[in-house]
Nanobody, 124 residues
Framework: VQLQASGGGLVQAGGSLGLSCAAS????????MGWFRQAPGKEREFVAG????????WYADSVKGRFTISRDNAKNTVYLKMNSLKPEDTAVYYC??????????????????WGKGTLVTVSS
């Protein structure tokens, strides 16, 4: 199983960035997907989740209205479009997969698969 996140980088506050996560080694189209982030000195937290068919999405309150999660099952890829970025969005962003829903209440330790993160830095 591989989850390869990409697209991180340095951006100014108010700017936009798009992350991608390419999956392989499991049946992507049957798994819910999520994005999580971990800022320095903080615990990893939920950012956004999407159901296996892309119909249902969930967002942390802190990113609602600014971030959009989407997926392309034909490409085995999940995306995170981030707009109006703030310095507090600075973190390592991880994608993860699970057979169950990836909601804000989801226990991170129960996720089936994790990818390596990609660093997003938002300068003020």
């Amino acid at each position: 199983v591989q989850l390869q996140a990409s697209g991180g980088g340095l951006v100014q506050a108010g700017g936009s960035l798009g992350l991608s996560c390419a999956a392989s080694g499991f049946t992507f189209s049957t798994y819910s997907m999520g994005w999580f982030r971990q800022a320095p000195g903080k615990e990893r937290e939920f950012v956004a989740g999407i159901s296996w068919n892309g119909i249902s999405t969930w967002y942390a309150d802190s990113v609602k209205g600014r971030f959009t999660i989407s997926r392309d099952n034909a490409k085995n890829t999940v995306y995170l479009k981030m707009n109006s970025l703030k310095p507090e969005d600075t973190a390592v962003y991880y994608c993860a997969a699970d057979e169950g829903p990836v909601t804000p209440m989801r226990d991170l330790s129960g996720m089936d698969y994790w990818g390596k993160g990609t660093l997003v830095t938002v300068s003020s």
